[in-house]
């Protein structure tokens, strides 16, 4: 015997309340879940707070605030610093969690930033560098987040070429008559270690250009322009090239004097928000 149109509709009506009623107490205990993770985590009972964070996304799976929970609670069992099995297996457990977030919200500014820590805190350096380059070449994030990407690249590899020419076997420093301090520098006697500055400082270059023609006003990346150029000239001099150490040190002299502009700015609108946060007397 067919069922009318009428009991059916009943039928359906009854399933679709069932069904959304069911739901709605599933996401009150998965918010329960949720705040006891909270509790938890605040008492430094990480683990936990995880178990708590896993049973609210099992009970409410379209959660977007659960999936951060497992990954901040698992970040937070992490040891910074120790290098035993278990707690590398760890920080790999939470940059997994992490990219689950990053495969549903990929401009999702925490995950990023959280797995980079992670991969840098490991040691995983060439994965750390892929990670931040693909964040550079991303098309689909705005420039400044990009630009912000280059500079990390370009602090990398200054960082390369200043831990060379720093070395106390490559400078020398002389105090003058008036008590001031010169230092010049002097080629490695490794030739290897010479040009591994010199590739440094020219993919620094290039990613600090990036980065201006992306955000024009980056503080950080005129600063780094300005860093990388000293570590050019100091190269130039190593090699005995005197007329492009000069023609360097005026680029950097440039660089320098829009870095001060920047930052003057920076410190200007910080005055005036922190004017406009105040209220009057």
């Known amino acids: 015997m067919k069922l009318s149109h009428t009991r059916i509709a009943i039928v359906l009506a009854i399933l679709v309340v069932t069904t959304s009623g069911c739901g709605l107490?599933?996401?009150?205990?998965?918010?329960?879940?949720?705040?006891?993770?909270?509790?938890?985590?605040?008492?430094?009972?990480?683990?936990?707070?995880?178990?708590y964070s896993r049973r609210a996304?099992?009970?409410?799976?379209?959660?977007?605030?659960?999936?951060?929970?497992?990954?901040?609670?698992?970040?937070?069992?992490?040891?910074?610093?120790?290098?035993?099995?278990?707690?590398?297996?760890?920080?790999?457990?939470?940059?997994?969690?992490?990219?689950?977030?990053?495969?549903?919200?990929?401009?999702?500014?925490?995950?990023y930033k959280a797995i980079a820590y992670l991969l840098g805190a490991i040691k995983e350096d060439e994965k750390l560098k892929q990670w931040i380059t693909a964040r550079?070449?991303?098309?689909?994030?705005?420039?400044?987040?990009?630009?912000?990407?280059?500079?990390?690249?370009?602090?990398?590899?200054?960082?390369?070429?200043?831990?060379?020419?720093?070395?106390?076997?490559?400078?020398?420093?002389?105090?003058?008559?008036?008590?001031?301090?010169?230092?010049?520098?002097?080629?490695?006697?490794?030739?290897?270690?010479?040009?591994?500055?010199?590739?440094?400082?020219k993919a620094g270059l290039a990613d600090v250009e990036n980065a201006i023609k992306l955000d024009p006003n980056s503080e950080a990346a005129w600063s780094y322009k300005t860093n990388l150029l000293l570590e050019a000239s100091k190269l130039a001099e190593m090699d005995g090239r005197t007329d492009q150490k000069a023609e360097l040190d005026k680029q950097r002299e440039a660089a320098q004097k829009r870095t001060n502009e920047l930052a003057a700015e920076a410190q200007k609108k910080k005055e005036e928000e922190a004017a406009k946060a105040t209220p009057a007397k």
């Open 136 to 201: 550079a070449n991303d098309g689909n994030l705005d420039g400044p987040k990009r630009a912000e990407a280059y500079v990390v690249l370009a602090s990398k590899n200054w960082d390369c070429s200043f831990k060379i020419t720093e070395l106390p076997a490559n400078k020398t420093t002389t105090i003058t008559g008036g008590n001031r301090a010169v230092v010049s520098y002097k080629k490695p006697a490794s030739q290897k270690e010479f040009e591994t500055a010199q590739m440094c400082v």
């Open 25 to 51: 107490v599933n996401r009150v205990r998965a918010k329960n879940e949720l705040n006891e993770a909270a509790r938890a985590y605040r008492e430094g009972n990480f683990a936990e707070a995880e178990q």
């Open 57 to 111: 996304l099992a009970l409410d799976p379209e959660s977007k605030t659960a999936p951060a929970f497992i990954a901040r609670t698992i970040h937070a069992q992490y040891r910074p610093g120790v290098q035993a099995p278990e707690n590398i297996a760890k920080a790999n457990e939470a940059i997994a969690a992490y990219q689950q977030i990053l495969a549903k919200d990929p401009k999702n500014d925490e995950a």
